[in-house]
């Protein structure tokens, strides 16, 4: 658009474009509000699940041999995402926005008629709005062959290979679990850093510490119970603040931990034998299954509120 | 090791055969497992494809406290990429290649201009060793893929063969917060629907715009699809959604069915 063009009226074709995107924009808001999925995404996933479309896997192509072996069947790329405002606690969002994406995720594969959502990433854009964080789950819904579509699609967050894996062990991956905990400790007597002291536990701190680990597995357990009877936890994070108001010191500590949940059967016997085997892969390997799931986490300083 | 070295390279070991071929030399940015396993699918590599732009990417004004494409912008990030990737298929063609493997595509920001940025198409031709001329892709031009050469056999044994790297950006504006509405949430968690519909209407325009693309080919499929964000040289609260794969379709005869082996599955003991 040139400097000039800022003075034209907008031609038919943009005003239309305009409409359009008007039109798009209120019903994606309505379908959040009624919790369904919005039309546009609704049509994509139904055309890609009668085959009218084409698929859409985020799967690699040594994926799909695994897919095609273990007839496994991609359908499309579904996607959540919420946006949260923490004004009550930072901490705490963590679970409520997971949670709420993970609702939406499903939706979703529901619409696509899958069995399975695989290779569920976590991320999260950084733009400055204040005090806020987005949640958005990214994954690839797919179908298991002679399976009717599930009214609960599974969700996991492992990459189709080791989701297979996990199958033939008998374990079924579920979904994620999401335990977070705060604590505020006021240092009355300022004794909580000891730090003039030299050699000496602070021990106020490693209670605080304590306390706010034990109730984050906690709440882990309790957010885990009804997807699964384990979890695989893959993301720890926590923190320590020390803040001083009125020349009184207060120390924040919050612990986050974001886990897979796993639906396994004890003792059940894994079939296969140990051979070596050399793997052709330059750099790194999706055989180890390093890939990292999830770019939400990744300072371990991050600023913030409760 | 048991195994016989072939004649041909003990005899360049002993130096008996010179290093001159009449033939040419082949360029190619392969690592040596990618070289082996290109060939072992059947393949040669012929020479490196290289197709650039630069671009003047336009300015676009977007309302302060609105959600909205800016379509100036999303169109400048197509057409930039179209022409790099249309260039380096020329060369391609131009060299006979069957195909292109291991496409990289990057964005460059020039450093005296802002709004110029330096799109870049990098990738090796490769020609079917036995001239089958069934793995181009539907217009009878050279396929093109950003699968690796592992990936790109890994995929020929998977039964699927690639068509064409498809795309799609929506370079998308996320409206601002006024004051006041951010004041009335002090003390509560509450969802930003604005943020999240901003979200979703990006990403879903990224998507369908690559399943277009797709259907456009021909294809059945995307397979190693990666939907990500960026914010290229644009203020803070516009980014690009991009979505980006490799269409893909079965293979009918080119490799039957019945010799692609099972996978093993391997639990790995390194960390």
Redesign the interface.
Known sequence: MGFFDLFKGPSAETLAAQQEGEARRADILLALHNGTVPTRVQRRLEGARSGKLPWIATLTPAELIAVRSHGIKPIASVSATCWLHHGWSWTEGHQQGWEMALRRLRDEAVAAGANAVLDVKMRTIRLPVEESMDFTLIGTAVSVADMPPSPEPIVATVPTLEFVKLLEADVVPTGLAVGAAYEWLVDWQGNAARAWMGNIEAKKLSQLWNRVRHRSYFELKKNARSRGNGVLAHIDFSQMFEVEQNERKRYLARHIIVATTVDARPGAPFPHEIKMAVDMHAGATPLTGTNRHHQSYELNDEEGAI | MTSEIPLHAKQRLKGLRSGVHSSGVFTSDF????F??VRKAGFEPIGLCVGSCVYHV???YASWNK???L??LSKAMYHSRELALSRMRAEATAMGADGIVGVKLSIKRLEWDEHLLEFIAIGTGVVHGEGHKGFRAHDGGPFTSD??G???W??L????RPVEMVMGSCVYH?AH?GVLA?LG?????????????A???A??IA??R??AE??AAK?????????H?GSHVWK??V?EFF?I?T?VLPLEQEIAPEK?A??????????
């Open positions: 690592s040596v497992n990618e082996l396993l336009g300015i676009q959600n909205q494409e379509d100036v699968l690796s592992q990936d790109f890994s995929l044994h998977a039964g699927y996320v917060r951010s949430n002090i003390g509560r968690n509450v969802e930003l629907e604005n943020f999240t519909s979200m979703y209407e990403r879903e998507i369908d690559m399943q797709a259907g294809a059945e499929g995307v397979v190693g699809v990666d939907i964000e803070p609260h980014i979505a794969g269409a692609i099972d996978p093993i599955m391997v639990l790995s003991v390194n960390d």
